[in-house]
């Protein structure tokens, strides 16, 4: 197993605040990799610096042996990190199809002259990025809606369309932000399911923050425990739960 | 029809002139970018134009191309909007809403003051005679003319392509388009020199339009007018600008007594879009639509 | 440029800044309680000066519908500035009313209320230009009554002269700055003031009517704008209703130096962008009015927080 993502003594920090302090841990290839932590404890922080959506502090961090730290976050999702948002940043003016396609942004290369004139490269381009797209929404079960407005989904839906976009992208990596959220046990459920089935399907590793402990759990391969900013434990999901620090962060937290 | 278009052939003219200046001003717009830009531009475009028109340094040239002069102001207005655009825009939309509202407002008066004072725009004077390319006002309907159709095709053909899909990613939500692999300042530098060519162009085919040119040209007063032609059309349809300018601009011709108080109008028009038409007439029109259509479709569809 | 050339530029500059000081602060106070720049504040700027030099000179101006219009009384400048202020205060709550309200209650974009405060200053400063033409205006010299217009002072061989004027709107504005801090540091209202702007929906659950402070705040504002008109009218004389459009698109250059939000701010950057325009080059003089901007433009790029704003965060 190779590592594919890599943090070493990750920081940030706002005003005299550390939000995120000196975190290291590695992702390996094709694990389903947990970050829990009670409220505030800068997972979804953790996930902005490897996006590069929040400048790093102190620290790096790494994607395949190459260094990330500092590069726009267009770029870095073009290398193949995709990402869900904790709170759902879907363009929601535009269609669950448009959401979709945006992604195939990065993996075409129709310049502005293509696009007007209409070239047979670009039409072709676009074809592909176009039947890309309608599979994806198959996949999650949202292509006969694709033309409606991604604002008009269901909380439900739209976490699924927020899971599909990422997809597009054709990311090594994806990062699922809290993605259960607000969703009863069959949906879960049904989540899970479909974490593992595009796991499988498209060879990719995740790494999930998550609330919900049974999912965390059942799901992951291993798991990291953050508090307060700072890693205090990593390891199989049975190694976490009985961990003391990990036990008393909760408790302490309740 | 001679009569018809010589009382009216000016206003017409006008209309689309001011239809073009609005899609300028909507180019950006698609991309989310407030830009009061566009007097700038158009102010630059006249210069140019004026200036190759009546500098004597440009006087073997004159001579040497004839009418092709024209086009070739054209080109250097685009090519000079261009490059002005990436100048500004580069630094400038790195910021966010109002921030680059002000910075635009800035540019604009910052090149308004420069035109009022240097000698080869003339100072506050302007520049006169500048010469014609047609003969009546009517004739310029076949330079601004095509140029709004070009325009238009082109709109719509972006929004259509990768780049337009681009610019509604970064308008709807630029951090999330950004971490969907699109590059945002790459895309909204882009719309905005597409926005600041259009306005270039216009500008120098205006110069020759109106006879003169002067720095009251690109004042903040004129990106009101085309914020409320924006605004009232509707800022999310290529049609919205063009209806809009339309709309404003002929009002006050339309209602003689109301002529003075175009200025008036375009305020209280602001107040009232912003208000209460906040996506403009065009998008008034489609929520419309979806009611009118819902209702047919359950007498059609209700058996 | 010598030293007295250097003293009397810096007299200037203090005071054509302390002006620009009080003319942004209004835009500071709106600014802190909705977060949104009032657009209109340009037009109480041109409401406030019209108006004093209506009461001052006892009629209105020799253009427009009102041409020559006697008034039936005529105050003393001191009385025009504080009627000419409090009327623009109240145009303030008026623009509040139709401008920002209907918004606000709808939870618009405030993008928004920004283009319809810009429809109200326009709608204005349209209506004066109709009421009173554009001409341009000078304030009789003898408004103040029986002060000299100016104090000499010699240093060696050398006259450096300070304007009368230029001390009233000096002291003017540092006795406004003054009474504003202390208002809004030392009283009940000016602390609730304050706690509206730092978290209006906290504030609303401490029991303070939040309607009520953005009133008085826009009242607050449109005095400072009016008064700001009016010394600036009565200093350099009031160049045609659009000047107040000027001086309003200045007023940002000011606020966004000094840092969007900040007090002090808006003091430092009037009186930076004040000092400034009094230290162009005579040859230069014609680009002063570009000073304000390329300062606008400038601070954007390097430091959009400006001067002493906090660095906006924006929350991923």
Known sequence: MSVLLEAHGLSRSFGGLMAVNAVSFAVEEGEVFGLIGPNGAGKTTLFNLMTGLTPVSGGSFCFRGMPLTGLPPHRIAGLGIGRTFQNIRLFRGLSALENVKISRHSRTVTGLLGGIFGSKRSRQEEKGVEEKAWEILRLVGLADRGMELAANFSYGEQRRLEIARALALDPAVLLLDEPAAGMNAAEKHNLTAFIREVRELYKLTVVLIEHHVPLVMGLCDRIAVLNFGELIAVGSPEEVQKNPAVIEAYLGAE | MEDFLQNYGFLLVTLVQQSLLAMSMYFPLTAGQLSLASPGFYSLGGYIAAVMATADYFAPWRDALGWMMFPLEWLIAALASALLALLVGIPALRLRGIYLALATIAF??????????LEITGGAIGIFGVPQLFESRWGYIWTFGPLLVITLIFSSRLERSRVGRAFKAIREDELAAGAMGVNPTYYKVLAFVIGAVLAGIVGSMSAPFLNTWNARQGTFDASISYLAYVLIGGGRSLWGPMLGAVLLASLPELLRPLKDARLIINGVVLVIASIYLPQGIVGALRRLKLVTLDRFAVLWGGQ | MDAVQF??????????????????LGYTLVFSILGII??????????????????????????????????????????????????SGLAGVLVERIAFRPLRSRGADPLLALVSSLGVALVTVNIIQYLVGSENYSFPSDVYGDIKPAFMFHIGSRIVAIRTVQIIIFAVSMLVLALLGYFINFTRIGKALRAVAENASTASLLGINVDRFIL??????????????????????????YFGVTYGLKGLAVIVMGGLGSVPGAVLGGLVIGLAEAFVPADYSAYKEAVAFAFLFAVLLVRPQGLLGRSQLQKV
């Open chain 3, 38 to 87: 009032n657009f209109a504040h340009g037009a109480v700027f041109t409401l406030g000066a019209y108006l004093t030099y209506s009461m001052a000179v006892g009629q209105f101006g020799i253009g427009g519908l009102l041409a020559g219009l006697q008034l039936p009384f005529q105050f003393s400048f001191t009385l025009s500035l504080l009627i000419g202020a409090i009327i």
């Open chain 3, 216 to 241: 008085y705040t826009f009242f607050l504002s449109g005095f400072l704008g009016g008064m700001a008109g009016s010394l600036v009218g009565t200093s350099f004389g009031i160049a045609g209703p």
């Open chain 3, 7 to 24: 003293l009397q530029n810096f007299l200037n500059g203090i005071s054509i800044g302390s002006v620009y000081a009080i003319f942004a």
């Open chain 2, 108 to 117: 604009v008066e910052i090149l308004r003051v420069l035109c009022l004072n």
